[in-house]
């Protein structure tokens, strides 16, 4: 643990603790009671761009709720988001946006979830198609996003991605994973994959394609792009510790459902030979 930077050790200790506090919760009256969409956004300090990312997310469908989970912001995110008509989750501590994704998810009542963060503004034309592809039989809806490949030294983060989609069967994924947003699962995905495990996102990715699921790639949103500025503040405290984690724990997973190779045929290898 030593080794690890503090802000990766306090996204460990959201992952730990989250069930153990209970949070704020506002529903406005006017909330929709009955939502087909629920749109989950955890936010930490994002006031800059949380009333445009919730203006958004109200328009994915005609009806929807938006739930906001708002955890250790100092900055004013918390008036905004109450401003919003949202419901709204409130925890003092940060939890991390994986934790705070599964939390959302606990609350939500509509059959499809779609999950992004709030310091990306995307268009709800493009968010509404996630929505589309699970309202036409997919169970998962992955953002196209496959992270910068075509370099002399390719990330460790977007390698394990790519590894991952491999080990599982899944090379037409490329890096698409439920890592990145924007994504949407149906609710018959959350019931089999079950609430807890979307904080670990790859450990959900590999339940998903395990079960049988359908997953798809849907369009491709360059979310590196869209926050540049998030870029520089995760090389300032990268959490590639953190996600090469979650892919190590979700390669576990895998290997205690399938065997010691994966699943994977030995083909004419002898290893008696040499035993």
Known sequence: MSGRSKLTRRLLKGKQEFNKERPIIDTPAGQESS??????????????????????????HPKTEVIVVVNGSTDGSLEIARKSGAKVLVYESPLGHDVGRSIGAREAQGNILLFIDADMVIPAAILRAFVNSISQGADVALNDYSGPVKKFTVHGVVLAKHALNQLLG??????????????????????????????????????????????????????????????????????????????????????????????????????????
């Open 35 to 60: 939502p087909v969409v629920s749109v989950i956004v955890p936010v930490m300090n994002e006031r800059k761009t949380l009333r445009r990312v919730l203006e958004e997310a109200s328009r994915v």
């Open 170 to 275: 899944r090379p037409d994924l490329e890096g698409s994973s439920i890592t990145a947003v924007p994504h949407a699962l149906s609710r018959k995905a959350l019931d089999i994959i079950g609430t807890s495990a979307l904080s670990v996102p790859p450990l959900a990715h590999t339940m998903a394609i395990f079960a049988g699921l359908n997953v798809r790639r849907v369009i491709h949103v360059n979310v590196g792009q869209l926050n540049p500025m998030r870029q520089e503040r995760e090389r300032k405290h990268s959490l590639a510790p953190l996600i090469m984690g979650d892919h190590l724990e979700a390669i576990q997973w895998w290997l205690r459902k399938t065997d010691s190779r994966g699943g994977y045929e030995d083909e004419d290898r002898q290893r008696w030979m040499v035993r």
